[in-house]
C-alpha cells in the first residue's frame, strides 16, 4: 500500500499561485508514476497532470498546460504541483494519485491506484 497526503492548499487570488505538495509513504520503493486530478462541486473527477517514476516523461490535462508545472522528488518521495495564473475555474479539490500497473500514459482515474484525501484551492475573483 501507498499513502499519498497532499499540503498547500488555500485561497488565492485570480492570478496568483499555488504550489501543491504530496508525500508518499508506505511502499516507496517502487516505481510508479505520480499525478494530479482535482474535482469541483456537481463535476467530475478531471485528469490535472502526471509525471513517470524518473520524471523525464510529464503528462498534462487541457486545462493544465501553459499554466501548471508538475514535478517529484523521489529523494522526498514527493510530488508537487505548480499552479500560475490561477482562474476562478481553478477551484476544486485536487487529489495526488500514484499508478503502480498499467500503462504509465494512461491517466483515466480508473486507472489510478491510489489517491490521497484532498486539498482544497478556492481562487477568488
Known amino acids: 500500500q501507498v499513502q499519498l497526503v497532499e499540503s498547500g492548499g488555500g485561497l488565492v487570488p485570480a492570478g496568483g499561485s499555488l504550489r501543491l505538495s504530496c508525500e508518499a509513504s508506505g511502499r516507496t520503493g517502487i516505481r510508479y508514476a505520480m499525478g494530479w486530478f482535482r474535482q469541483a462541486p456537481g463535476r467530475e473527477r478531471e485528469f490535472v497532470g502526471g509525471?513517470?517514476?524518473?520524471?523525464?516523461?510529464?503528462y498534462y490535462g487541457d486545462s493544465a498546460k501553459g499554466r501548471f508545472t508538475i514535478s517529484r522528488e523521489n529523494a522526498k518521495n514527493t510530488v508537487y504541483l505548480e499552479m500560475n495564473n490561477l482562474r476562478p475555474e481553478d477551484t476544486a479539490v485536487y487529489y495526488c494519485?500514484?499508478?503502480?500497473?498499467?500503462?504509465?500514459?494512461?491517466?483515466?482515474?480508473?486507472?489510478?491506484?491510489?489517491w490521497g484525501k484532498g486539498a482544497l484551492v478556492t481562487v477568488s475573483s
Open positions: 494519485a500514484a499508478k503502480e500497473y498499467g500503462p504509465e500514459d494512461n491517466w483515466l482515474p480508473n486507472a489510478i491506484d491510489y
Open positions: 509525471i513517470s517514476w524518473n520524471g523525464v516523461n510529464l
